[in-house]
């Protein structure tokens, strides 16, 4: 379980800015990478990271 002391500390190690927690991943608030949490361990890697995939255009 992340905690919120723990999320308020976090920063992504790319874009330095804050994170919030999705479902299963911690998400960057600027880039939208996604880092992984296993056995309750954040892995704030970014080689670790997902890319979002970005805004959806419409047609």
Same mark, same amino acid.
């Given at each position: /379980? *992340? %905690? !919120?002391?723990?999320?308020? *500390?976090?920063?992504?190690?790319?874009? !330095? %800015?804050?994170? !919030?927690?999705?479902? $299963?991943? &911690?998400?960057?608030? !600027?880039?939208?990478?996604?880092?992984?949490?296993?056995?309750? &361990?954040?892995? /704030? #890697? &970014?080689?670790?990271?997902? #890319?979002? $995939?970005?805004?959806?255009?419409?047609?």
């Amino acid at each position: /379980m *992340i %905690t !919120k002391e723990l999320l308020d *500390i976090l920063a992504c190690p790319l874009c !330095k %800015t804050d994170v !919030k927690l999705e479902g $299963e991943r &911690i998400v960057c608030t !600027k880039c939208g990478r996604r880092y992984p949490i296993k056995d309750d &361990i954040p892995v /704030m #890697l &970014i080689d670790e990271a997902e #890319l979002s $995939e970005g805004p959806k255009k419409e047609n």
